[in-house]
């Protein structure tokens, strides 16, 4: 701590504080121009210039000393600062300070300086516009070269799309290789927007507007949770902002969040109920919500008074808030009187719920993302966090630019994989493969914690004898990773003091996936970096927004919230007594097991929340025929999807920009939701869908308030037990456990035991297995499939925005070779064809993805690929194989002629 004087008043700073931190610390503000908390302060723009033991100082740049003097309104130093911003201000047009102060920082910098324009007049610019990008303007002639957008780019985003280029006075930022922005490298992540001072970079969206609410929330894309600012006015969404300082995504954000809003006031948004007046077959009309409320009220009626509870089902989502879904299991619980509840976790993570229980004992990530930034080897298996979690990625390529090492280990040169230091590029499906050698290459270098592995683990003896099958060499041959590739990764990952572990969708989605779960949380465990107050864990990149909080509600089929055990006597009783209705013992059908017994008979309503079935679930061609086998299937949701569009009944539900409630993010921190708009006329979020529908079916689910529903859901779960929309309101977002209200969040797991029943992690000895469909004569190529950065699953909402000029369409990827080979050049129409359905679409060569394989997404209807995809699925949990499907390829174009 240091103590310095400013304006003779004592201020208590940090060692490492700055002139300008001491100011703010008095309570003074001071204007400054080339300054951003997120960036490195460079001390160019001289508006922050001060006193500090009686000499001028610019005060970013300054560091503090005990007993320094500080004079923030020296007149020396304040003539020479507003004389910088005269000459600043005598080089823009006129139009510079015609910008309203919200948008222009120069604006009101200008105010607090008492600078007008006029006087000096310089020569001005005639640099021009760039209007090509769909969010992002280009005024090049309010271009003050103070360089915020260029260090947000390189040090924030990581993306290094923008420079400062010409020379003096006709410097100025530019894209790529100067020419159209849209066609740069730039990822749309707005931060240089948001850095911007003086409008030079703009959000096309928020031109003529004036915002006269904020309202701070939580991103719900996908599972960073992203703390965003919410810019509205009457007519809606201005703007949204990261908020600066929050914990997760520290004033960073990604395309999605901070651009893809526009899907709220979309035309086709659904804003009332539509029913089939005339039953099947006859089409879709729309309904008042007391005919909807009352027609489904009848029916699960009658459905459950004929065949019991446990006919209906109810899949519930992981993009809703936890008390939605919280709500959702309840009424199934309660008032339907089944278990048959699940989300889609059981599409994604579900084997990390699994893996991480059976390794650990707890069903989440084991550390905080903070952790990352003291990583000195990252090991990223099976995930495209630049893509899919862009915020993390961001982070991840920081610290490899601070000197971290990367292991990427991924069939596909991800652009991770090109910064990597050792790339494992290993056939789809070879994960177990992979790490069962890279735990032996640690065992066999004595690059293990032996006194951890002693102390707080089981299995190293069975894990020891089954690695003997697992010499690099035969991995080598089974995996197609060259030995000594996995010699490198074992080195880098075994020297690493502070090692963690991020992983996707590579290692979950798969025949073997809670297998993949384990044997990469071996080698956390074989380094004795999980559960230390040094290591920093294994992070599972968990998918939508709320999935980990949707099964942490209990929206599963065998455990209530928390994850306590449908099967213990003693959990059931407690719910009971606190629901005042037993709960059902029978543990409840899985997702694919609902279709399975929808074609069986044995379940005959299916209740589907916030999910599009025939898009996002496997092999649609059954899905579609389980649904036609349901005598009543309800679709709650913000559109008319495919699934909905097949549905008896479909609710018009609010978004996530419309609700009052909490997420859980990828690293077990609840964060509160808050409504910045109303939803549209017509529209009702899920919490209020769920309650008016148990009282059309005569209940009382109680939780009047999303609040509520909270307080209950922790009166009844120890480890939500201090957890309150309150307290979230006052601190800011807590990790789960979070026991009591004193308590204050467990960001790292497992620090004196294991959660698991003796308090050891238990190492997995599991062998490599085939996956589940493998190519062959007649299907040669394996499809890959995921995701892509413009675009959200089943992109019904970023498709609704200016994404889609971003990316307006799906390609099939192609090894440059194989394209060759089949004729087909970029752009050309494929065939694609599994043993379940076919697509067709553009090729794309790129050796991004290697010879035999072909990548793609799911995020157009014009692309169904889960028309392609299989029912092969994880042993232990039924998630779906999606990362593994055989498929037999042809040129479209021949085959026409
Ligand atoms: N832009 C965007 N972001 C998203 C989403 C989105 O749709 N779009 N969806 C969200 C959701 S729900 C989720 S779950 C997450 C998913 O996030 P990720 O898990 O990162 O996404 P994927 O692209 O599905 O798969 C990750 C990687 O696994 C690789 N892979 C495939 N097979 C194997 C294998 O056998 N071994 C290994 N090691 N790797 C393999 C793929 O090549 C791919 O690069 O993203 C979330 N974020
Ligand atoms: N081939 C292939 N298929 C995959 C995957 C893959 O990697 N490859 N990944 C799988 C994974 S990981 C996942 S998570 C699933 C995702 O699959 P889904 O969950 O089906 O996909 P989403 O597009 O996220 O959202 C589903 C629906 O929720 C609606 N919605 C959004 N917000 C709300 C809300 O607040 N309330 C309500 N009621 N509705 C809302 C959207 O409009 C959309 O129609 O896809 C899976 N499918
Ligand atoms: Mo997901």
């Not at 208590?12 to 951003?36: F, K, N, Q, W, Y």
């Not at 007008?116 to 760039?130: I, L, S, Y």
């Not at 992981?318 to 959702?328: G, K, M, V």
């Not at 129409?829 to 067709?840: A, F, H, L, T, Y």
Request: glycine fraction near 10%; aromatic fraction near 4%.
């Amino acid at each position: 701590m240091a103590r310095v004087y400013v304006a003779g008043t004592p201020v208590e700073t940090a060692d490492a504080a700055t002139v300008l931190d001491a100011i703010r610390a008095s309570g003074r503000e001071l204007p400054t121009l080339c300054h951003d908390d997120r960036l490195v302060p460079r001390g160019s723009c001289r508006i922050c210039l001060v006193a500090a033991d009686r000499r001028a100082v610019a005060a970013c740049t300054t560091p503090v000393h005990d007993g320094m003097m500080i004079d923030p309104g020296d007149p020396v130093a304040r003539a020479a600062a507003r004389g910088t911003l005269e000459l600043i201000v005598s080089e823009l047009p006129a139009r510079a300070l015609g910008i309203p102060p919200e948008r222009s920082e120069l604006v009101r910098v200008c105010a607090s300086v008492g600078v007008e324009r006029g006087a000096f007049t310089g020569a001005v610019h005639t640099r021009g516009t760039d209007d090509s990008h769909p969010y992002i303007g280009v005024d090049r002639d309010l271009c003050i070269a103070c360089g915020r957008c260029v260090a947000m780019c390189a040090d924030v985003q990581g993306t290094f799309a923008l420079e400062l280029a010409g020379r003096g006075f006709d410097t100025v930022v530019t894209a790529g290789d100067g020419g159209a922005w849209a066609q740069s490298p730039c990822v749309s992540c707005g931060g240089c927007v948001d850095s911007c001072p003086t409008g030079a970079l703009y959000d096309k969206h928020a031109v003529g507007r004036t915002a006269t609410a904020t309202t701070t929330t939580t991103c719900g894309y996908c599972g960073v949770g992203c703390a965003l600012d919410v810019h509205t006015d009457a007519a809606g969404i201005v703007a949204v902002t990261p908020t600066h300082h929050a914990p997760v995504n520290r004033g960073h954000a990604c395309v999605k969040g901070r651009f893809a809003h526009g899907f709220v006031t979309s035309g086709d948004r659904l804003t009332q109920p539509l029913l089939r007046a005339a039953g099947r077959g006859s089409p879709l009309r729309p309904a008042t919500w007391e005919e909807a409320l009352a027609y489904i009220a009848r029916e699960l009626t009658r459905v459950r008074d004929t065949h019991g509870g446990d006919a209906i089902g109810m899949i519930c989502s992981a993009r809703a808030t936890n008390e939605e879904n919280y709500l959702a299991q309840k009424i199934a619980r309660t008032v339907l009187r089944t278990n048959n509840i699940d989300n889609c976790s059981r599409l994604c993570h579900a084997p990390t719920a699994a893996g991480l229980t059976a390794s650990f004992g707890f069903a989440g990530g084991t550390n905080s993302f903070d952790d990352l930034d003291r990583a000195d080897c990252i090991l990223v298996a099976g995930a495209n966090p630049t893509e899919a979690h862009p915020v993390v990625g961001s982070r991840i390529v920081h610290r490899v630019h601070a000197g971290a090492r990367l292991v990427v280990v991924d069939p596909r040169r991800t652009e991770l994989a090109d910064l990597a230091d050792v790339h494992l590029r290993g056939v789809p499906g070879s994960n177990v493969a992979v790490f069962n050698a890279l735990a032996r290459l640690l065992l066999d270098s004595g690059q293990v914690d032996h006194d951890y592995l002693r102390d707080r683990t089981t299995g190293l003896d069975e894990l020891t004898a089954l690695l003997a099958d697992y010499s690099a060499e035969r991995v080598a041959a089974v995996a197609g990773v060259p030995a000594s590739a996995l010699a490198d990764a074992a080195r880098l990952f075994g020297s690493a003091r502070h090692p963690v572990i991020l992983y996707g969708l590579g290692i979950t989605e798969h025949a073997h996936g809670t297998d993949g779960v384990r044997t990469l949380a071996n080698l956390a465990l074989l380094r004795g970096t999980v559960g230390t107050a040094d290591g920093c864990g294994v992070l599972p990149l968990r998918g939508q927004n709320n999935v980990q909080g949707a099964s942490d509600m209990g929206a599963l089929p065998d455990v209530l919230p928390g994850y306590q055990r449908l099967a213990d006597p003693a959990v059931r009783e407690r719910f009971s007594r606190g629901w005042g209705v037993p709960i059902p013992e029978r543990p409840g059908l899985r997702i694919p097991a609902m279709f399975g017994a929808a074609l069986d008979g044995g379940l005959r309503a299916l209740y589907v929340i916030g999910e599009d079935l025939v898009s996002s679930d496997p092999d649609a061609g059954h899905v579609r025929a389980a649904l036609a086998a349901c005598e009543l299937v309800i679709s709650q949701d913000v559109f008319l999807s495919r699934t909905a569009e097949l549905a008896d009944v479909v609710l018009p539900a609010a978004s996530f920009l419309e609700k009052d409630g909490t997420f859980v993010n990828f690293d077990r921190r609840f964060q509160r939701v808050r409504p910045a708009l109303d939803p549209p006329g017509g529209v009702r979020t899920d919490f209020d869908i769920l309650r008016a529908v148990a009282a059309a079916l005569g209940a009382d689910p109680g939780c009047p308030t999303p609040a509520a529903a909270l307080d209950e859901c922790a009166r009844l779960t120890p480890a939500f037990g201090g957890i309150s929309h309150d307290r979230l309101d006052r601190v800011g977002p807590l990790h789960w456990p979070c026991p009591d209200p004193g308590h204050p969040g467990t960001p790292v797991l497992h620090l004196d035991r294991f959660a698991t029943a003796d308090g050891r992690a238990a190492l997995a000895a599991r062998p490599y297995l085939p996956p589940g469909e493998e190519p062959d004569a007649e299907y040669p190529f394996v499809l890959v499939t995921g995701r892509r950065l413009a675009h959200y699953n089943t992109g019904s909402m970023t498709r609704r925005t200016p994404n889609a000029e971003l990316l307006a369409g799906e390609t099939l990827d192609i090894a440059t070779d194989d394209a060759a080979a089949l004729g087909v050049a970029a752009g050309d129409p494929v065939e694609i064809r599994s043993r379940r359905g076919r697509m067709v679409l553009p090729a794309r060569p790129t050796d991004e993805v290697a010879p035999g394989q072909v990548f793609t997404a799911f995020h157009f209807p014009q692309a169904p690929t889960n028309e392609l995809t299989s029912r092969s699925a994880d042993e232990v949990t039924d998630c779906p194989e999606y990362k593994v499907t055989a498929v037999t390829l042809r040129s479209f174009t021949e085959e026409r002629k």
